[in-house]
């Protein structure tokens, strides 16, 4: 049985920045698509970005877009979420997600999630 793990997590006055991981146990994440997605309190949850087999596409919500990078090292099993200029806005649980469709898209089912990690922005 195979695991994802989110990590990274805490608390960040605003303006900060934060890395997410996401890595794997008892799979390899070569063949899948990962996404990171976010529920705040209240709301929905919504995609945040996604990053293909590859690592040469990603995809981000407008939100984020110019403030997170996603990228991917498949080498050390772990896909990041690297979080600059970090509002309030952006508290939530994040949660990595894998897909093995052959494309990033942030509305595709993931199947297989993680139990996310906890960012809190907040001075």
């Known amino acids: 049985q195979w695991q994802l793990v989110e990590s990274g997590g805490g608390l960040v006055q605003p303006g900060g920045s934060l890395r997410l991981s996401c890595a794997a146990s008892?799979?390899?994440?070569?063949?899948?698509?990962i996404g990171w997605f976010r529920q705040a309190p209240g709301k929905e949850r919504e995609g945040v970005s996604c990053?293909?087999?590859?690592?040469?596409?990603?995809n981000y919500a407008d939100s984020v877009k110019g403030r997170f990078t996603i990228s991917r090292d498949n080498a050390k099993n772990t896909v990041y979420l690297q979080m600059n200029s970090l509002t309030p806005e952006d508290t939530a649980v994040y949660y990595c997600?894998?897909?093995?469709?052959?494309?990033?898209?942030?509305?595709?089912?993931?199947?297989?999630w993680g139990q996310g990690t906890q960012v809190t922005v907040s001075s």
């Open positions: 990053i293909s087999r590859s690592g040469a596409s990603t």
């Open positions: 008892g799979r390899t994440l070569d063949p899948y698509v």
């Open positions: 997600a894998a897909d093995t469709g052959l494309r990033c898209v942030l509305s595709s089912v993931y199947p297989y």
